[in-house]
């Protein structure tokens, strides 16, 4: 398991909700399938994700992944948070992070 992920999977842990990760650097890693540039075919494929699950909060690990995101089209207008990258999480940082996540999902909830 990538550092990133096993920092993601600690993460998880303290979100007091449903969780999905979406990795954009690895959509970005395939071949190119005559779609278009690897970014937008990672635009696209996660601009279909977000779609079809409307998340009430996006977190996004990295400026390239917030960059991504603030390209999209969001109809249902969910908070877009941006997080340092995975690489750089202490446990203190994860616990902090997850307690802004929390506050969000809770007031989203009401």
């Known amino acids: 398991m990538s550092p990133s992920r096993v920092a993601l999977e600690r993460l998880f842990r303290h979100i007091n909700g449903h969780v ?10 395939r071949p190119d399938d005559g779609a278009g540039t690897r970014e937008v075919q990672a635009a696209n494929r996660l601009q279909c994700l977000l779609d079809s699950m409307q998340p009430p909060i996006v977190v996004c690990a990295g400026i390239s992944a917030y960059n991504l995101v603030q390209g999209l089209s969001l109809p249902w207008q969910p908070t877009v ?25 809770s007031t989203k909830a009401t």
Do not use: K, P
């Open 20 to 29: 999905i990760a979406f990795d954009t650097s690895d959509t970005r890693d």
């Open 81 to 105: 948070m941006a997080a340092q990258h995975t690489i750089t999480w202490s446990s203190d940082y994860e616990r902090t992070l997850a307690g802004q996540i929390n506050r969000v999902l």
